[in-house]
């Protein structure tokens, strides 16, 4: 009986190795250490303002989110004509701003504190590579004012584009294509970047200063 | 016309080193951005000092 028992059980674990769902499952649970995905208790080293730059720019991101879901249910029209969609236009500009100066000094600290020891590569670049996704975002949105700014704006843009060879691929003076960019692609991208810049910042923990010990 | 010439003459004022132009506004957007960065690095963080333990309460 014991036989049979351990012999159903060496089966049962064959198929659960089969099984795509108990692979991504496990998979998932052994992404972020045991008690790391939200940690109440943080490394002394962290009680410093410079570490605080990294949640302030993901707090901008937020109000970034939800600002420009609401302009995305008001319209164009309602963001120029109405005071509250000039309200919540400039909720959604201010956001930016606060998102990319919160962002650059949070780079500036992880720079210089070389955020790329301790097996840290992949926090670095996919940082990296959101902050440059940012500028798309942001300059899609720029050209998603429907005014006279974003005319101006996509006409300078193409030259500068059409000069460095990649005015090919998508075209700066067709507002759907850079509203939907603006609106679908380049949030969704974004998105997932900063998804696994968190997932990876919580699976391999805080960057110590450099003359402190890891712990 | 003026009201054109007024739109340009109000664009901002820039500051000119041969290939760096850079406007003002955004120089001292940048500097505000160094003072923080700097601050942030000398002020000490609130009830920093008291925590001896190797981990400390977020």
């Keep these: 009986m014991t036989a049979r ?29 045991p008690g790391q995905a939200l940690p109440d208790r943080q490394p002394v080293y962290v ?13 901008a991101f937020l109000v970034i989110l939800a600002s420009g ?12 004509t109405s005071g509250t969609g000039h309200f919540v236009n400039s909720l959604h500009l201010w ?10 000094i949070h780079l500036w600290g992880k720079f210089w504190m070389a955020a790329w020891r301790g097996r840290r590569a992949l926090t670095w670049i996919t940082g990296a590579v959101a902050f440059l996704g940012s500028i798309g975002t942001a300059f899609t ?35 759907g294509q850079m509203l939907l960019w603006h609106v679908a692609l380049l949030p969704f991208v974004l998105g ?12 391999h923990g805080v960057v110590p200063p450099i003359d402190a010990t890891e712990e | 016309m003026g009201a054109l010439n007024l739109t340009a003459d109000s664009a901002g004022s820039y ?20 003072v923080l960065f700097v601050l942030a690095i000398l002020l000490p963080f609130p009830h920093a000092q008291g925590d001896e333990a190797g981990e400390k309460d977020s």
């Design chain 1, 141 to 175: 949105g720029y050209l998603t004012q429907s005014n006279f700014d974003s005319q101006w704006i996509a006409g300078q843009a193409k030259d500068g584009l059409n000069a460095v060879g990649i005015g090919a691929y998508f075209n700066v003076l067709n507002p």
């Design chain 1, 5 to 33: 028992t351990t012999d159903t059980t060496t089966t049962g674990r064959a198929a659960d190795e089969r099984n795509w769902t108990v692979r991504l499952r496990t998979r998932l649970e052994h992404t972020v250490p």
């Design chain 1, 47 to 59: 009680a410093s303002w410079i570490y605080v730059f990294g949640v302030l720019t993901l707090a």
């Design chain 1, 95 to 104: 956001s930016v701003e606060l998102f990319f100066a919160f962002m650059v």
């Design chain 2, 15 to 34: 500051l000119d080193w041969g290939v760096i132009q850079i406007s003002i506004t955004n120089l001292l957007i940048i500097a505000g951005m160094v």
């Design chain 1, 69 to 80: 879901g609401i302009l995305a249910i008001g319209g164009a029209q309602w963001w120029h």
């Design chain 1, 192 to 203: 997932v970047l900063v998804v696994a810049h968190i997932v990876l910042v919580r699976r």
